[in-house]
């Protein structure tokens, strides 16, 4: 008689991620030196999706804040795209921070639309997510990032490619291979908007 299969992991991959920043974090003012400590120097995905989620959250009208995500994102794919083994950002960004307060308000925005996201996670379509199948993704994320001030003239375009930002992050800190593909979709979006804002203006 077959044994009987094992019940599935509970899909809360991202909810736990928000949850050990939270934890760990204290009082005063978070840095992204204190958030980089909690996730560790090595941890290239969490520390790629966490500012992409916030990017695509009301935290993002906050002055100041989508710039430094925009950079923070830009580098770590970067980084995962030539294939180093540690993160490394400049102290300018190390030692930016935001009131505690005010951090954890950000993270409690995140939770309701994480806890949404989390029951459609699951791991398939994995070369698109693992190297080097997501190659091609890290470069359109740190392309996006540090273009990002140059396109904030196109109506909703921001949005749009901040969203395939966080799919792209989602689908390779999941291995979900679904994500990666939705995320190529909004980027596909994103260029027809391109397409048709520099026809208008010729």
């Not at 997510?129 to 140059?150: Q, R, V, Y």
Request: a neutral charge; proline letters at 9%.
């Amino acid at each position: 008689m077959p044994a009987p299969p094992r019940p599935a992991p509970p899909n809360d991959n991202l909810t736990r991620l928000l949850e050990q920043i939270e934890a760990e974090t204290g009082d005063g003012a978070v840095s992204v030196r204190e958030v980089l400590g909690i996730l560790g120097p090595r941890a290239f995905t969490p520390m790629l999706l966490v500012p992409s989620l916030v990017l695509v959250s009301p935290a993002s009208a906050i002055p100041g804040v989508p710039s430094l995500l925009s950079a923070l994102v830009g580098l770590v794919a970067l980084q995962m795209l030539l294939g180093h083994a540690r993160i490394w950002l400049p102290r300018l960004l190390l030692d930016r921070a935001l009131d505690a307060d005010r951090f954890a308000r950000v993270l409690g925005a995140l939770r309701g639309p994480v806890a949404r996201v989390d029951p459609l996670i699951n791991e398939r379509l994995t070369w698109l997510a693992d190297k080097p199948g997501n190659l091609p993704a890290l470069a359109i994320c740190a392309t996006i990032s540090f273009f990002m001030p140059l396109i904030e003239f196109v109506p909703f375009l921001t949005s749009i490619l901040a969203g395939s930002i966080a799919l792209f992050a989602t689908g390779m800190f999941a291995r979900d291979g679904l994500f990666m593909l939705l995320g190529y979709g909004l980027v596909g979006g994103g260029a027809v908007l391109v397409t048709q804002a520099v026809q208008a203006v010729a």
